[in-house]
């Protein structure tokens, strides 16, 4: 890899640097917290590299939950997955043996980058989309190596902490918008949620279904929505 397309995918890259440090730092903190040693964030970060079900397996551990347990939960958390792996499969259809990686390391924050940057002319599809998911990932490990090591030798007020996590969904949501000029994703996924967030408060739903019906009805929706757009682009 040349010089100047590392430091343009490090600049591409470094909204997510900074997002994964301020969500990796307190993921550390709260895994040691909960009494873990601090060596167990990076394996976390390297083989299980989910963040919000990392946030999730650590109550999931202290309440002693079962491993069918731990299962079922990550599944209904990071479902979400499957829909961006299905989009991607024509950007992956180059990418050769790094392929299986790539699946591993489709997070939203590397899927939303790998969604709105095109790949630049005449380079490896290999490297570009491989570098942006090591990167990403590399500074997930970081972030959560910080964390841990720090809050080993130093006491913290954890109030606020989880808000890292909406807060960098927030931002890339913006990003997206900006780079697409669509608003009606986003504006479906709202709509699906609050649908949703109803049929629980009203006992219609468990909150063990939730991700499964937003995801349902939102996909649904923007189906129907493209499928009326069609004939307009015409």
Not at 152 to 162: S, Y
Not at 208 to 216: E, H, M, R, V, W
């Amino acid at each position: 890899m040349n010089k100047k397309l590392f430091l343009q995918i490090l600049k591409i890259t470094s909204p997510v640097f900074f997002g994964y440090i301020a969500i990796g730092i307190p993921f550390g903190l709260m895994l040691v917290k909960a009494g873990y040693p601090w060596w167990l964030a990076p394996i976390m970060c390297l083989t299980m590299y989910a963040g919000a079900g990392q946030y999730i397996a650590i109550g999931l551990f202290t309440a002693g939950a079962s491993f069918s347990a731990i299962a079922i939960a990550q599944l209904m958390v990071n479902i979400r997955h499957i829909v961006y792996g299905l989009s991607l499969i024509d950007r992956f259809k180059d990418v050769k043996k790094i392929k299986p990686y790539l699946v591993f390391a489709l997070t939203d924050e590397t899927y939303a980058l790998m969604t709105s940057t095109p790949l630049p002319p005449d380079t490896s599809p290999t490297l570009f989309y491989g570098t942006i998911a090591a990167l990403d990932q590399s500074y997930w490990v970081l972030g959560g190596l910080i964390g841990a090591i720090a809050g080993q030798l130093i006491p913290f007020d954890f109030a606020g902490v989880d808000f890292a996590l909406t807060a960098l969904f927030a931002v890339l949501l913006i990003e997206q918008i900006k780079s697409s000029h669509d608003i009606v994703p986003p504006i479906i996924g709202g709509i699906a949620t609050v649908i949703t967030v109803l049929l629980y408060r009203w006992n219609l739903i468990g909150s063990g279904n939730i991700l499964i019906i937003a995801l349902t009805i939102g996909i649904a929706a923007i189906i129907l929505v493209k499928r009326e757009r069609k004939p307009e682009a015409k």
